[in-house]
Nanobody, 122 residues
């Protein structure tokens, strides 16, 4: 299974970006999709999660500004980021709890995308 993250870039404070995470491979189902971020010199932190049923959770620092969504048919997850602040500058990583199915054998495992840089600066 591979997770491909995209959509990062440079944006001015107050601007918006939309991150996407596409999963490919021998996927039977995807349970939770999450977005994490890691700023320079800081630990990786959880930004948002969404379950297969659509339940969401957000870090307090992004509530009301970020929206996580998913398309189960396309095995994709998205993070819409509005009203961006310089403190949102970080590398953003997607994570997915995936159940794979190979030759009839199902196996749950967590996978990470490669990270996409988000820089908020004037």
């Amino acid at each position: 299974v591979q997770l491909q993250a995209s959509g990062g870039g440079l944006v001015q404070p107050g601007g918006s970006l939309r991150l996407s995470c596409a999963a490919s491979g021998s996927i039977f189902s995807i349970n939770v999709i999450s977005w994490y971020r890691q700023a320079p010199g800081k630990q990786r932190e959880l930004v948002a999660t969404i379950t297969s049923g659509g339940s969401t959770r957000y870090a307090d620092s992004v509530k009301g500004r970020f929206t996580i969504s998913r398309d189960n048919a396309k095995n994709t997850g998205n993070l819409q980021m509005n009203s961006l602040k310089p403190d949102d500058t970080a590398i953003y990583y997607c994570n997915a709890d995936v159940t794979t199915q190979v030759m009839g054998v199902r196996k749950p495992q967590s996978y990470w995308g490669q990270g996409t840089q988000v820089t908020v600066s004037s």
